[in-house]
C-alpha cells in the first residue's frame, strides 16, 4: 500500500522543530541533511554505507541525470531507486539551478530554458512541464518546482520579476505533476533579500497549494549573515504544518543556524566534495589532512567519532593516502563527513525534543572556537 506523503512535528523549542516526515519509502527524521547523489551516486561511498552515516534520504540532480544516462533510460532500467540501489526516498531538484550555473547558451524566456550541456555541447530545453516529467520519470518521491533561482545581488525590480516569473513556473509545475499519491510536490519561494517580496511569494505558493516548500534563492553568495537575516522571518511565512526546505545548505553553522530558525530539511555537496580535497569536518571545526602536522600522528581525526576512518585509522595514515592520492583517502573522509553532519542532526533533533537547543548550540559554537587538537 501507497503511503501518504506526510508532515508531524512532534516537537519545538523556539522556533525550530523535530518530526518525521513520512514517505512511502521511508520516514524522514527532521530536521534532516541529505547527501546529494549528483550523478546517481553520493561520490565515492557505496548507498549500503551512505545509510550507514544515518541518511534518511539523498537528492538527485535533475540537470545532471537528464543529459547523463538520461531520464527515459533511467525509467526503462527501473527507476533512480533501482538504477542506483537507494531504496529510501530521493528528492530530486528541477535542474533550474543548475542550467543557470553550469550549462552554455542559456536563454530564458516566459516559456522555460533553453541551453547547451556542459557536457557534449548538445541542445536541450527545460520548462516548468519538462522538469516535472523528467522527475516522474526518475521516481522521485519528493519533486520540486521549477523556477530561477534569483540571482545575488539583484536590485528590487531584478528581484521582483524574476519572483512573479517563479510563481507563474510553480503553477505550471503544479498543474505539470498531476495527483501521484506517495508522491510530493514542493514549491519554492523567491523574493531574494527583499522581504515584502517573500511575503508575497509565500502567498502565492500557498494558494496554489504544495506538499512542502522551500526557501530559494539562498546560499548564492550573500554570506551567513545576509542568509540568516532573511531566515529570520521568510520560513515562518510558509504553512507551519508543511515540511521547510532551505537548498544548497550548507556548512555546519549554516546548519545550526538554519534549524534555529525553523529550517526542516537542507543538502549540500560540502561533506562528499570536501571529502576529496583533504578537508575534515569535526566537532572542533575544519581539519586539513593534508597540512604536513599530520604525517607522523597517531591519533584519530575525532577520537569519539564512531566511523571507519576515526575508529580504524590514524591522522598520519589519512593524511598519507591523501597525499598519495589513493582512492581510499576520499572513501574514508566521504564517510567520516557525511557520519559528522547526521550526527549533528541528530544532535540538533534530540535537543529540540528535550527543549535544550540553547544550550546545544552554545556548546557546538564554543568547542568550535578552542580549534583542532593541539598537535602532537
Ligand atoms: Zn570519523
Redesign the pocket.
Known amino acids: 500500500m501507497t503511503k501518504k506523503f506526510n508532515f508531524d512535528v512532534t516537537a519545538t523549542d523556539g522556533r525550530a522543530r523535530t518530526g518525521v516526515i513520512t514517505t512511502s519509502r521511508g520516514d524522514i527524521r527532521t530536521p534532516a541533511f541529505m547527501p546529494v547523489g549528483t550523478a546517481a551516486t553520493v561520490k565515492a561511498m557505496l548507498p549500503e554505507s551512505v545509510r550507514a552515516t544515518g541518511a534518511d534520504i539523498l537528492l538527485g540532480n535533475t540537470y545532471h541525470l537528464m543529459l547523463r544516462p538520461t531520464a527515459e533510460r533511467i525509467a526503462r532500467l527501473g527507476g533512480l531507486h533501482r538504477f542506483m540501489n537507494w531504496e529510501r526516498p530521493i528528492l530530486t531538484d528541477s535542474g533550474g539551478f543548475q542550467v543557470m550555473s553550469l550549462a552554455g547558451l542559456r536563454k530564458l524566456t516566459e516559456e522555460g530554458v533553453t541551453f547547451k550541456s556542459h557536457i557534449d555541447g548538445s541542445r536541450h530545453a527545460l520548462t516548468p512541464e519538462r522538469s516535472v516529467e523528467i522527475q516522474a520519470l526518475l521516481g522521485s518521491d519528493i519533486v520540486m518546482a521549477f523556477d530561477e533561482c534569483t540571482p545575488y545581488p539583484a536590485d528590487e525590480a531584478t528581484a521582483r520579476r524574476s519572483m512573479e516569473l517563479s510563481m507563474r513556473w510553480a503553477r505550471r509545475s503544479r498543474d505539470a505533476f498531476g495527483d501521484r499519491p506517495g508522491h510530493a510536490l514542493f514549491g519554492i519561494q523567491q523574493g531574494s533579500i527583499y522581504r515584502d517580496q517573500r511575503a508575497e511569494s509565500a502567498e502565492k505558493l500557498r494558494e496554489i497549494g504544495f506538499d512542502g516548500y522551500a526557501v530559494g534563492g539562498l546560499a548564492v553568495g550573500e554570506g551567513q549573515e545576509m542568509m540568516f537575516s532573511v531566515l529570520d522571518y521568510a520560513p515562518e511565512m510558509l504553512p507551519a504544518d508543511k515540511p521547510r526546505y532551505l537548498m544548497g545548505v550548507g556548512k555546519p553553522d549554516d546548519i545550526v543556524g538554519a534549524v534555529e530558525r525553523g529550517i526542516d530539511m537542507m543538502d549540500c555537496v560540502l561533506p562528499s566534495r570536501s571529502g576529496r580535497t583533504g578537508q ?1 569536518f ?1 566537532r572542533f571545526g575544519v581539519v586539513n589532512i593534508r597540512n604536513a602536522r599530520h604525517q607522523d600522528d597517531p591519533r ?3 577520537e569519539q ?7 580504524n585509522y590514524s591522522r598520519a595514515y589519512l593524511h598519507h593516502v591523501n597525499r598519495a592520492q589513493e582512492i581510499i583517502a576520499s572513501m574514508l573522509l566521504t ?3 557525511l ?2 553532519f547526521q550526527e549533528l542532526m541528530q544532535g540538533l533533533r534530540d535537543a529540540i525534543a528535550e527543549g535544550r537547543l540553547a544550550g546545544f548550540v552554545a556548546d557546538f559554537h564554543a568547542l568550535r572556537a578552542g580549534g583542532d587538537i593541539d598537535p602532537l
Open positions: 575534515a569535526t584519530p581525526l575525532d567519532c564512531t566511523c571507519p576512518a576515526c575508529r564517510w567520516h563527513n557520519h559528522y
